[in-house]
C-alpha cells in the first residue's frame, strides 16, 4: 500500500505526542493474502526511532459471520480499548481509515515480544489467566457494556461452524469410509462427537456465555514486558465459556506442549474468571469436546490434502494428542 509522508507523519505525530515534520523509513510485509496486507513499518522521525504495524483489511464473508471482515474498524471507531487493562491488551491504534467501503486501514502500535511456537508454558499460563480475567470481569462486572458493540459474532456461530465441517462430505465419508487411512481409534474419536453432538451442546449451555476472541491460538498471543498482548480481533464474539482455551491448546500449536497446556491453560484460566465470577458449579469444562467441535474435522481435511508423509504424520500425531486428553482429569474448582 502506498502512503503519503505527511499521513505517515501525522500518525508519528499521535504516536509519539509531539509534530513530527520529517520521518525515514523501511518497509516489510508481515503478512499478505486477498483479503488483507499487514507491513512492518520502522524508522526515525525527527531522529527517534519507531516501530509501527500498518494493517489494509479488505472485504470478504467469512461462513455464518459477514460482517467480521470489518469488525475491528467498528472497534477501533469505538471505545472497545475500555475493556482492557495493564495485563492484557491489544494494540494502541494510531489512525483509522476506511479506504473504500470495502477496505480500510489500521496504523498500529507494534508490540515487541514472544509470540508464535516460541511462547513457553509459562507464557501460555500467563495469557490464559489474563484471558480468564478479562472475560470474568466483563461478564461479573459490567456484562451489559458489550451490548454497545453491534459488530459481534453471535454464540451460535461455533455450532453452525461444526455442523457446516460436518455437512462436507468429503471429510465426514471419508472417516467411514474404507479408504481412510486414519486410525480406527481416531475415526472413532470423531464419529462419537457427531452421534453425542446434541448432549454436548445441551453441556455446553449449561456454561456462562462470554466474550471469546475465537482466533486465541499462539501466532496471536504474545508475551512482552511480562505482559500479554493479544491481536486480530475480527472473529471476537460471544461464545461459551472455555472456546478460547481450546484454540490455545490446539491450534495449530506445538503438539509436545499440548498436554502440559491442557494442564495448566485450563486451571490458569478458571483462576483468572473466578476472581470476578463465581465457576464453582462448572464441573464440566468441555474443553475437549469444544476441540473437536471446533478442529477435529479441520484436521481431518489437513490429513486428507497433505501434499507430504511428513504432514499426514503431523496430523495423525495431533489426533492422538487430541485423543489422549480425554484420559486426562477435567478441571473444576
Same mark, same amino acid.
Given at each position: ?273 473466578? +476472581? ?6 462448572? *464441573?464440566?469444562?468441555? &474443553? %475437549? /469436546? !469444544?476441540?473437536? $467441535? ?15 508423509? +511428513? ?6 500425531? *495431533?489426533?492422538?494428542? &487430541? %485423543? /489422549? !486428553?480425554?484420559? $486426562? ?5
Amino acid at each position: 500500500m502506498r502512503f503519503s509522508k505527511k499521513t505517515l507523519c501525522d500518525v508519528l505525530s499521535k504516536m509519539l505526542n509531539k509534530p513530527i515534520k520529517r520521518a525515514e523509513y523501511e518497509k516489510t510485509k508481515l503478512q499478505g493474502g486477498t483479503v488483507g496486507n499487514v507491513w512492518f513499518i520502522s524508522g526515525t522521525a525527527d531522529g527517534q526511532p519507531f516501530k509501527l504495524v500498518l494493517k489494509v483489511q479488505k472485504k470478504w464473508e467469512r461462513y455464518g459471520d459477514p460482517l467480521s471482515w470489518r469488525r475491528e474498524y467498528d472497534f477501533y471507531m469505538s471505545n472497545f480499548s475500555a475493556v482492557f487493562n495493564d495485563s492484557l491488551k491489544w494494540p494502541n491504534c494510531y489512525r483509522v481509515e476506511m479506504l473504500d467501503e470495502n477496505k480500510y486501514a489500521l496504523w498500529l502500535e507494534y508490540i515487541d515480544g514472544v509470540s508464535g511456537i516460541d511462547l513457553t508454558n509459562d507464557m501460555m499460563e500467563q495469557a490464559a489467566l489474563e484471558l480468564g480475567r478479562l472475560q470474568g470481569r466483563l461478564y461479573a462486572l459490567n456484562p451489559e457494556k458489550l451490548r454497545e458493540f453491534s459488530n459481534l459474532s453471535e454464540k451460535s456461530f461455533m455450532k453452525n461452524y461444526y455442523l457446516h465441517y460436518r455437512s462436507w462430505h468429503v471429510v465426514y465419508d471419508y472417516i467411514r469410509s474404507e479408504k481412510c487411512e486414519l486410525p480406527l481409534h481416531l475415526r472413532q474419536m470423531m464419529i462419537d462427537i457427531d452421534e453425542n453432538e446434541a448432549d454436548i451442546f445441551n453441556r455446553l449451555e449449561k456454561l456462562p456465555v462470554v466474550l471469546c476472541h475465537r482466533d486465541f491460538w499462539v501466532t496471536n498471543i504474545i508475551y512482552s514486558d511480562g505482559k500479554i498482548g493479544l491481536i486480530d480481533w475480527d472473529t471476537a464474539g460471544w461464545g461459551y465459556f472455555g472456546e478460547d482455551m481450546s484454540s490455545l491448546i490446539a491450534d495449530e500449536n506445538d503438539i509436545n506442549k499440548m498436554h502440559e497446556n491442557y494442564r495448566r491453560c485450563i486451571p490458569a484460566y478458571y483462576k483468572g474468571f473466578s +476472581e470476578y465470577a463465581d465457576v464453582s458449579y462448572i *464441573t464440566d469444562n468441555c &474443553v %475437549y /469436546e !469444544l476441540i473437536l $467441535l471446533m478442529f477435529g474435522y479441520r484436521m481431518i481435511e489437513s490429513f486428507i490434502f497433505a501434499e507430504t508423509i +511428513e504432514a499426514k504424520v503431523l496430523m495423525v500425531d *495431533t489426533l492422538q494428542k &487430541v %485423543y /489422549e !486428553l480425554s484420559a $486426562l482429569p477435567k478441571f473444576s474448582l
